[in-house]
């Protein structure tokens, strides 16, 4: 896309206009990570040069913090046995979403009016025990796919991006031609905004009201190049600019997209300066919760 | 190893001369998986050849069941936004060691009484928040290897591997040799028992006593091919025959190896079956729980 | 009443024509706990003579087992100060409802196809943060009443209740008078079952699919005395013979009635028959958890 | 005790000369709850005149917030049943020492450089399976009492306690006395510092880093008068002043008191000066968590 400058009916009518419902089908719960075909798992997999492996995920946040108002728990159990042997055990909960836990979103996570993805009705699919629409065991087999590190703050020449310059869909375009990494259909798009950078220098990050991010203009970014997924360090910036309920969240509603919340992407972002490549096999792997809003992940980047 | 019969005093005598301890210095916490280099790695993503991928996890076990004592839990959230907007979230919890959640095991999970891996003491290490040495964030960047599923059922001619012959060492050899993949350092083995196939006709395995699996023979078989990791669907066979307080699980401690319990391992037999080959792409991905003694795993074979 | 043979139909024509909706305002949550006036606290407080004071609760059910499909958590913490100084905290969670966990039942908990008490709809009442009708936390100030116990196996002169043999209304009421103790309105009737002699000599109680407890002829004895609530070892007799949905349980919804679930009555028990007398103040403390179905409680009765 | 200058030798002095150890045996795990006998409890009841009941619990606090790091879960369910009938469950879970939920302390939750109560090793009874000296269970029969309201704000005519006036032994001493309420041994002693009147004026006090409070000085005051426990809304002023671990907490160990934090009191305040009576039988039943460090509760007040 071009830049331009966008309304919130701009933004409305896109997502009416462009959304995937029916693309694969009325009963389709997998949305997005359709366009990863075994073929292109396969050129993910060539992608591998150096056998280089690194995680994309923040450590399990047990402490309380600012924007962790629901601590992930982690108690510990130790049972011994006889003759000196013994076993040690623990227990591990969280309330995922949030910002803090490294986590994929479901497509029964988020709806606005017109409806969940492919249009079903959260009255009838949010259930107590579970989403009956979207659930998270959808993408049992995992998102194994091409990566590609969109690097905001190398484009900028900055450390971070910062409150008053959003992160825009033509940018990440322009990111992508200058790294010589063009999109196809079903990547992985990785936007690394430089959340670490921003959380030495200010307040966390994680705790902000107001917030730097990327703006909805990517919408139209993701659904032009048929992204499959998406992952980013610093999700939508804060407040979303078009008094909408959800900033390129919507896209799991209406593209049906995978998206990784809360991602660590400094030492990828090092790791593709360090090797002048910015493309990669990407592996995401949820734990197959029925009816689950999403999962927490340890994204891996194999270079 | 050859086939012979094997005193508690031989697993014992096997253990401690074998054991890697200092191998990887004494500070390491990594163990086995140091034996997957990035060439490694490299080798495991030139194995995909059809782009098809099969997880390896149980679903999440949120209903009490034989041998689910500590059902996994999964409760439901709605938060509605102005203007028909929503969000579902969840929250998940579990006790994952046991017979239902698929599951690794890290370095900090068991011990006897001559230590934990690299001779550790459980007294030292063992922490109401944490283990202090071995936790499983020490394979943050993932386990990814070359996988090898040795097929005991169909080796066998059977369906299932039965409590009156439990699988030994020479004869994972015999099957890898059978189905011409040797074993070379740093693979992950993946050995199927049939145990759906067991639930089919008999009490779940889950919830028995005794118990068919595999016998603490296949100790040599771990250590003298170097693997980096063992994924299995049935585990040690119970009682494990030698009054030893671990069968197969003593390489935790004695190797380093990483462990990934209560697989599902039918669908990735079958698959194997239907392409005639055994081996694969292997990606498990641990949540990073600094201090874990283990993580919820969604293990992935890429074939 | 008298005793007869009861139908499936009569259970049902009792429940409607005798229930108490509207009996305090169609705006009320509190139920029969209304009819513990100050009056009837001042009451149970003359009632103590002798000082001593007896728990009703079972222990936290932490250990799998029989009927314990969700244990009750508990998980320890331990923190060190400089000097040697130091705390221990732990960490409890239940599913409460269920047979081993000592719980008072909301008049949230339950409903039939005429709606819950006083008629409310749980489709508009029951939501993902809680009931907003006939939550726990309307007893927020607790149950101080005159607490009757009512003691089945000393009135039969056997050690408990058995399958074929469930109690029923007219019994009670027959061991009310034999006892000298003829119920008031707001007592607390506490209904006696030996449920520990039962699992000394037979598999436990709480595992069972078919056992003893009470038949719903109660539901006439509970009505007409005007019982505030109910403490109960083996609560409804399963299968419960009118094919109903609920047999005593139907109480909640129909008269607003208070109901202690799973109590431990052994102890009180022993120390009424020791002492020659069967009433006592009775005082239960429910959590005030907001919109809770219920709570863990320690009844305590005070001789 | 008389109005003095203490510096902290003097505190740590009075500790070591006046705890209890030993005084009902070296294996006492009760404490000064011993102090209640029934002869006590008949006292206790026979205070009643109203029959007007007060809860001094706070909400189950779920919502994260000042100085609730950790917020108490709670997560709804429903099954429904054929014909329209069913059933609405909760899980509740709490790390519940902290600022916002109401709780006891057992002699199990804390220790000096001395041990824990009567001269126990922390290193020995805290166990990753609960407290082996000093568990909760130890007052499973609840803790039932005459209760002395110590209202320090209508005393001061004030609103509140403020940070540079924190409550003194013999400030506490002399509002006994002004309400002709002396205390006998065996009291649970209530002592209201108006929280929820700071938090009307400032921000929470639960969040504060420097807040108002009990000075140690009290120490003296519930020793002297054998208090078998106490309930207050503000605890111990931060910092205690004497750069001790712990400031009137130090009487869990040395000696053996039960001490109810995060009580709400306004309510009871307000209803003792509408009475112009300070005096109640207080009930305290704490859930026999075996090896618990504590456990929630709802301690009622019966005027």
């Known amino acids: ?52 492996v690194i995680s994309l995920s923040r450590p399990w946040p047990t402490e309380p913090g600012p924007g962790n108002a629901h601590p992930a728990q982690h108690f510990m159990q130790r049972m011994d046995k006889p ?19 490294t986590h994929i979103d479901a497509l029964s996570h988020a709806w606005d009016s017109d409806g969940m993805w492919n249009g079903r009705s959260p009255d009838e699919e949010i259930t107590f025990s579970g989403a009956k629409w979207g659930g998270v065991q959808a993408w049992r087999d995992g998102l194994v796919t091409r ?104 896209a799991i509603f209406a593209y049906g997209l995978a998206l990784v919340d809360m991602a660590l992407l400094e030492p990828l972002a090092e790791a593709c300066r360090a090797a002048g490549r910015w493309e990669f096999m990407l592996v995401i792997s949820p734990l197959p919760i029925n009816g689950g809003t999403g999962s927490p992940v340890n994204p891996l980047a194999i270079l």
């Not at 009963?27 to 997999?45: F, M, Q, S």
């Not at 003759?83 to 836990?101: M, P, Q, R, S, Y």
């Not at 959340?195 to 919408?219: F, I, T, V, Y």
């Open 83 to 101: 003759g000196g042997a013994g076993l040690a055990e623990d227990f591990i909960g969280a309330e995922f979403h949030g910002k803090t836990v």
């Open 1 to 52: 896309m071009k830049s331009r400058k966008l309304s919130r009916a701009d933004v409305q009518e896109h997502l009416r206009t462009t959304r995937n419902w029916g693309r694969w089908g009325d009963d389709d719960e997998v949305g997005t990570p359709n366009l990863i075909t075994p073929a292109k798992r396969l050129e993910a997999a060539r992608l591998v040069q150096s056998g280089q």
């Open 147 to 250: 990566g590609v590190l969109l690097d905001v703050p190398r484009h900028r020449g900055q450390a971070y991006v910062a409150i008053d310059r959003p992160v825009h869909g033509w940018e990440l375009e322009e990111i992508a031609l200058a790294q010589g990494t063009p999109l196809t259909p079903g990547d992985g798009v990785v936007v690394y905004s430089g959340r670490e950078a921003w959380d030495r220098e200010h307040d966390a990050w994680a705790g902000l009201a107001e917030r730097p991010g990327l703006d909805a203009s990517c919408l139209w970014f993701l659904r032009e190049h048929d992204c499959a997924l998406i992952v980013w360090d610093m999700t939508d910036r804060m407040p979303n600019g078009y008094d909408l309920p959800f900033g390129n969240h919507a």
